[in-house]
């Protein structure tokens, strides 16, 4: 039996980052690179042209977005769809809930091959026709959700907080309350999350989460470091003009002197 060839359109508009894909995916048995987009009218000319199988779709473009781009794909030769965010938490939760796969930017190896070979999986064993009608639903659901979030943001503000993070490892999520969060210390592009005595790792870059977090709540103490204010129990003067905090739950952390004019936040 013949293995299951890929023909992958990548749409992304940034260049970087569709190259990036590109060059694993063309270092990986069964797969082809059929075209590379960097805009929704680009997109749907190739998808027209070539028929591929499979996209991988940026979620965040300029003008149409990944799920406009998707919702305009109609019949029984749409092809299957992996979308790709830097994060998007109502997306992702959709994501999960409909077993619609995406992949997190900064795109690792490892997720990508996990990533296709689920797609084989379905195209193989459950057929073009059910994922078309899953996805489908899906990409009204988000359209929905974003619809009713930029609603939100319009009517209050802070409401553009998150108050959840989904957090995945492997094949466990954690949905983890940003009020039980204590501090953040970032590992390059990876943020480990304290909470309640628990230290969930995820991928993300620390502007990224910081965007997610109500500024009131969180705030920056080190390049390295966010904190919840409102857990700090005492506030200590250190050496060269720095600071150490120590939280109610005895975690001692330093404030940067870049940053000591934050202090006034715990007086």
């Not at 709540?217 to 409102?230: D, M, P």
Request: overall charge positive.
């Amino acid at each position: 039996m013949n293995p299951l060839i890929l023909r992958v359109v990548v749409i992304d508009d940034e260049a970087i980052a569709r190259q990036g894909l590109i060059t694993r995916l063309k270092g990986l048995d069964n797969v082809e690179v059929v075209a590379e987009c960097g805009n929704a009218e680009q997109a749907l000319n190739a998808i027209s042209l070539h028929k591929p199988n499979l996209l991988l779709v940026d979620i965040n473009m300029p003008k149409v977005s990944g799920i406009e781009l998707v919702s305009r794909l109609q019949g029984k030769d749409q092809p299957m769809v992996i979308f790709i965010t830097a994060f998007d938490r109502f997306a992702v939760e959709a994501f999960e809930l409909h077993a619609v796969d995406y992949l997190l930017k900064p795109v690792s190896s490892e997720r990508l091959i996990q990533a296709l070979d689920l797609v084989r999986e379905r195209l193989l064993l459950k057929g073009a026709e059910i994922e078309t009608a899953r996805l489908q639903r899906v990409v009204h659901e988000l359209t929905e959700s974003a619809l009713a979030n930029n609603m939100a943001r319009q009517n209050a503000g802070h409401d553009r907080y998150t108050e959840i993070l989904s957090i995945k490892d492997r094949a466990v999520i954690s949905r983890v309350p940003v009020k039980t969060i204590e501090w953040v210390d970032a590992a390059g592009d990876y943020m480990c999350i304290h909470a309640s005595g628990v230290t969930h790792v995820l991928r993300m870059t620390m502007k990224n989460l910081e965007a997610l977090l109500d500024p009131r709540i969180f705030q920056r103490i080190h390049r390295s470091t966010l904190v919840n204010i409102s857990l700090v129990h005492k506030v200590r003067s250190h050496i060269n003009g720095e600071y150490q905090l120590e939280l109610f739950s005895g975690t001692v952390l330093k404030m940067s002197r870049s940053y000591r004019r934050k202090i006034q936040l715990f007086v």
